[in-house]
């Protein structure tokens, strides 16, 4: 069993809160638009991380994390790209790929908007858990926590980040 913290669209902010929730996770998910090393090096010094860039990462982050990740969580095969689009609005530069060989949850960022959606057909979970940074017009920051039990996704729970708390 293996607790997940997820979350996307930092924009290089910081808030110490991702600590505090994310400290019962054994591993952090970036969906992308981390916006500095800095980001990803303090989540990476908490727990593994795993990350893809997003459309405004520099070259230092294009060089550290790839656009696409796909790897095994437990028994789950899971796909990660910044964008992606939603179930039934794939992004084309991904479409393809899913319906051609679909995972099981396929976690994407960049519209700073949370959906959590099953995808029935693709029988996969798709998981946008919106953006944790201050960056952007959404009106919650969020983050996601997830329960990965050998081919089992449990316990998906929405964090809400109510005040605007960072460092920059």
């Known amino acids: 069993m293996k607790i997940i913290g997820i979350l ?16 019962c996770c054994d591993e952090i ?5 981390i916006g500095t090393m800095e980001v990803a090096d303090r ?8 990350a893809v860039h997003g459309n405004i990462d520099g070259a230092d982050i294009r060089r550290q994390y790839p656009e696409i990740l796909r790897w095994k969580c437990e028994d789950v095969d899971v796909l990660m790209k910044h964008i992606g689009g939603y179930p039934g609005r794939y992004d084309a530069s991904i479409a393809r790929r899913l ?3 679909p995972p099981q949850l396929f976690i994407a960022g960049h519209s700073h908007i949370l959906k959590i959606k099953y ?6 979970l798709h998981i946008n858990p919106g953006a944790a940074g201050t960056y ?3 009106p919650e920051r969020t983050l996601v926590r997830l329960i990965v039990d050998g081919s089992r996704m449990t316990d998906c729970e929405v964090i809400t980040l109510k005040a605007k708390k960072i460092e920059r």
């Not at 996307?8 to 400290?23: A, I, M, N, P, V």
């Not at 998910?29 to 638009?33: I, K």
């Not at 989540?43 to 795993?50: D, I, K, V």
């Open 43 to 50: 989540l990476a010094a908490f727990r593994p991380l795993r």
């Open 8 to 23: 996307s669209d930092t924009h290089g902010c910081w808030d110490d809160r991702y600590l505090q929730h994310f400290e």
């Open 99 to 101: 319906y051609a060989n």
């Open 29 to 33: 998910w970036h969906a992308g638009d």
């Open 119 to 124: 995808d029935s057909t693709l029988n996969l």
């Open 136 to 138: 952007g017009w959404q």
